[in-house]
């Protein structure tokens, strides 16, 4: 039976990431299982909660991650976009002071719509004004559009942690942050390689931000038909998750007097900090990659589109940040309910190892600049890793559910001026791939960004930050919840 290419392609492209799906999926349905105590039914109602509001985060995601497209494609310089990017990372970690706080007030499941309803309109914005102008928006205009949506999509990080912490207790909270991270990563793979394969397919390059647009609203209802704010909500009755806020059953405290709480907690602003270290770490891999791969020249098309140094990390990056996700979630969560007894920090430490050890081993693979696809592959893994292990899970543990969502915006605020920093620093530091041409509006290549010693600084500045994310996450390696109320000036506590 013939097949047109277009579908040839996309079953090239699906098929080994169901595959890979599948198989993770059956290796965590035969590990021991820990057990509290959970009715059939409260685990089928809970899965109905967490898989629309999983699939909403993905769908935010590729409404993120689709900015990158832009650079990947040449349609803007590395250092437009680093601005750009750090203008939206600055505007997400901020948002984090108020959209903290009004999540917990709120309800995770209210803010989940705002946020999916605030990116859909910003990304759909984009593509409009991209239709309308038959060019894409100028720089100025997608700085600012970039920061609405960034506004918007930060709710989207502390409302999926404050729901999922009134439906998970403490001690399965690290496996299942390990599954939930195989729908996070598929949002990788939405925005990273389908997101302009679309764009491709269509012809019509505004729907680079017009499809997502469409998946995130589609995700807004499935949200306001299914999700819940906690298991009393979906008439399932009380459930003690046994986490920071186990026995407090009042409403939030005031934001500033969380706020003041969690930072003058030891154990949180460490965790916050290598938090801000993570995302340095993150960034710099997943949204630079294919800008180093294309400065020196791999997989790059030629006049007649023929491919230079083919590689299929480079051609297929959304996949493989997918599939590290995937292996580095269920790696983290496992290793910490099983291994380290529901602590995060030892897996923390961990992961940053591996990243200080890859950051290294690029150093000398920039002379054979195709041996980097493979290591930044392997840094992937563990970054994504321990970005859901803080940022999803700790925030949960010592935040506690009370104030989930005040923790986990202090959290991945720091995680966003990280990234930030990264876009700044890369930004400025890293030769671009692309450079405005003498008449300031064709693109052309950048002949710097093929002198390998221009790309340094890259490796250099990612082992200075896992570093420092280790010293930071040893200090605080046996920290363990206790139940405690926020009627003092620390809360969550430590044991040595």
Sequence with gaps: MYSPPAVDKVTQEVVPILFLVVAISLVVARLPKVDVGLS????????MNWLPLGLSYAFLYMGRYNMTSLIDHGLITSKQFGEIDAVGAVVYGLAFLVNGPLCDRLGGRFTMLIATAGAAVANLAIGIIYWKQGALPSVLTLTLLNAVNMYFQSFGAVSIVKVNASWFHLRERGTFGGIFGILISLGLYLALDWAPKIADLTEWSPSLFVAPAIFIALTFVGSFIWVRDTPKDAGLGEFDVADASSGDEGPPDKAWTIIKRLVTNRVILTIALISGCSGFLRQGILKWFRTFASGVGINVKDAAGHVANPSFIVQHWGMVSCCAGILGGVFAGVLSDHLFKSRRPPVAVALLGFLLVGSIAIIPALAAPIAVTFIVAFMAMAVIGVHGMLSGVASQDFGGRKNAGTATGLIDGFVYFGTALQATVFGHILPEGKVLGPDGHTMISNPASKV???????????????????????TVINARVQPMKFVGPATATEKT
């Design 40 to 47: 059939a039914a409260f685990k089928r109602r809970r899965i």
């Design 452 to 474: 390998m010693s221009n790309w340094y600084g890259w490796p250099i500045a990612m082992i200075i930050m896992a570093v420092i994310g280790i010293i930071l996450a040893l």
